[in-house]
């Protein structure tokens, strides 16, 4: 059972447009919400992340939003460029894990030129 | 630094036989972990460890043992490979485990599959 779901499964972009990326969880101990960008080949990267004291944190082009009553946060990806053409995952774990965290399925994001 | 280093890179294994995943970091990271990646399901952890000596199951463990005698390495052995086991397996560090912002390093990853 998929304690983190991301949607969508894929999406494809043009060069300069917005990607969006949402995840929704159940288990209200999470308390840390990172994104992850994996390239072919390679492991996953963080990319940024939040945790439920704010509701929106900005890096670059990057900005992630988090709905603490609906248990939802997203990414957006502003002004994408080819280069950010990688798979995306969302990801959530509790203080008292050990650093355990429960991955979302991925999106696979596609910028087009 | 290298960060974490998984070896091999690929592997095919007929089923039944055995085999080790190596992982070892040189950050001096207390917590490192097994992670399995399968198409959309994410990733899965197998195994964590949170210091040398100290290992637990993670939510995917059946098939697999884990030790770690050092704080650097943390092998992830398969004994009897099954086609369930076809995946890619990446291993990474943290850390502080879950406390402030401490991100996993991982490594690039090992392709397994057995047919």
């Known amino acids: 059972q998929q304690q983190v779901k991301q949607s969508p499964q894929s999406l494809i972009v043009q060069k300069g447009g917005i990607s969006i990326i949402n995840c929704a969880y159940e288990n209200t101990a999470f308390d840390y919400f990172p994104w992850y960008q994996q390239f072919p080949g390679k492991g996953p990267a963080l990319l940024i992340a939040i945790r439920p004291d704010v509701s929106e944190k900005k890096e670059g082009r990057f900005t992630i939003s988090f709905n603490k009553s609906a248990k939802q946060f997203s990414l957006h990806i502003m002004d994408s460029q080819p280069g950010d053409s990688a798979t995306y995952f969302c990801?959530?774990?509790?203080?008292?894990?050990?650093?355990?965290?429960?991955f979302g399925a991925g999106t696979q994001v596609v910028v087009t030129p | 630094n290298a960060g974490v280093t998984q070896t091999p890179k690929f592997r095919i294994l007929k089923i039944g036989q055995s085999m080790t995943l190596q992982c070892t970091q040189d950050?001096?990271?207390?917590?490192m972990y097994w992670y399995r990646q399968d198409p959309g399901m994410g990733l899965k952890l197998i195994y964590y460890s949170v210091g040398a000596g100290i290992t637990d199951k993670g939510e995917v463990p059946n098939g697999y043992n884990v030790s770690r005698s050092t704080t650097e390495d943390f092998p992830l052995r398969l004994e009897l490979a099954a086609p369930s086991q076809t995946s890619v397996y990446f291993c990474?560090?943290?850390?502080?485990?879950?406390?402030?912002?401490?991100?996993?390093?991982f490594g690039n990853g090992t392709r397994l599959t057995v047919t």
């Open positions: 950050m001096n990271h207390n917590y």
């Open positions: 990801a959530a774990s509790s203080t008292d894990s050990w650093g355990k965290l429960q």
């Open positions: 990474a560090s943290n850390l502080r485990g879950g406390r402030g912002n401490s991100p996993l390093h």
